[in-house]
């Protein structure tokens, strides 16, 4: 079992940034797979973003490509977003998962989850 606990949401106006963490225990990270999902009010969780065990091979939602970068330090078990030109639309609670397939996009393919962290855009 891994355990995840993720840090770095906050408040930020709309074009603004914002760097997620999520810092994993346990010796497996590196044999991991991570990734981002998100779950505004109201509505269901959705995939953001996935990275390969190595980091050499990503996965973005439409809604985020060329705004969002994950990637991880495998040396400090931990994985990051990095989210750049923030909009009200990005409002919602980010977890990090872990899984075993950078190519997976739904909430069932990932096994393990963190406890959340609330990123709020303001207009």
């Known amino acids: 079992q891994v355990q995840l606990v993720e840090s770095g949401g906050g408040l930020v106006q709309a074009g603004g940034s914002l760097r997620l963490a999520c810092a994993a225990s346990?010796?497996?990270?590196?044999?991991?797979?991570m990734a981002w999902f998100r779950q505004a009010p109201g509505k269901e969780r959705e995939f953001v973003a996935a990275?390969?065990?190595?980091?050499?091979?990503?996965n973005y939602a439409d809604s985020v490509k060329g705004r969002f970068t994950i990637s991880r330090d495998n040396a400090k078990n931990t994985v990051y977003l990095q989210m750049n030109s923030l909009k009200p639309e990005d409002t919602a609670v980010y977890y990090c998962?872990?899984?075993?397939?950078?190519?997976?996009?739904?909430?069932?393919?990932?096994?393990?989850w963190g406890q959340g962290t609330q990123v709020t855009v303001s207009v």
């Open positions: 346990g010796r497996t990270f590196s044999m991991l797979t």
């Open positions: 998962a872990a899984g075993s397939s950078w190519l997976a996009t739904r909430q069932y393919e990932y096994t393990n």
């Open positions: 990275l390969s065990r190595s980091g050499l091979n990503t």
